[in-house]
């Protein structure tokens, strides 16, 4: 009994490191009131270092949603201010390079037009120079071939339903993913039309 009472109590500790290592701290230090939190307190730049490399692994970051996160973690302004130059000056924080990919992938994946990703890209603290700068590279044709194609998967499932409603339901689609209501509406149309449908007396503009 002694032995085994022994091996459990040498096996300890091998347990608590293994939890320690796989997500038993929190991720910017050790838990308050444990042994390894007794020690001097943290350089802020480090603790800034950690948390938005954290974060740049996880996913791309803009540099306000990083000193936003700098903010909640309490750390100096003056140290997430020079972390944060430090990290835009070796390209890890690029807010030019993260606007475009938002852009090109957003469209790509979401059919989402350029009204709605310079909205995304503002709540996510990009300048507003940068936002104009990565939606004008959307090209006008690019974006309405976009809309056609989205209006083209919703057609089938609309059929029977009243024409002015069906009508406003497309329309409101595109509306929701930032398009115009001009090009929105002419889209539609153009859909309705192609199939063989009926488009006299259809709205031009919401009503």
Known sequence: MGEQ???????????????????????????EGSAASEGPPADPEA????????????????????????????????????????????GLIDDEAFAAAWVSSRHAGRGLARRALAQELRQRGVAEETVKDAVGRLDPDEEAETARTLVERKLAATRGVEPRARMRRLVGMLARKGYSPGLAFRVVREAIEAEGSPADGLPDTFE
């Not at 290592?21 to 991720?27: C, Y």
């Not at 800034?48 to 692994?57: D, K, S, W």
């Open 5 to 31: 009472a022994g091996l459990k109590e040498r096996g300890a500790p091998r347990r608590r490191r293994k939890r320690e290592r796989s997500g038993g701290w929190p991720p910017d230090g050790p838990q």
């Open 47 to 90: 603790v800034a270092r950690a948390i938005c490399l954290r974060l740049l692994t996880m996913a791309p970051k803009t540099r306000a949603q990083l000193a936003d996160a700098l903010r909640k973690r309490d750390v100096p302004d003056e140290a997430a201010n020079a972390v944060l130059e430090r990290f835009s000056e070796v």
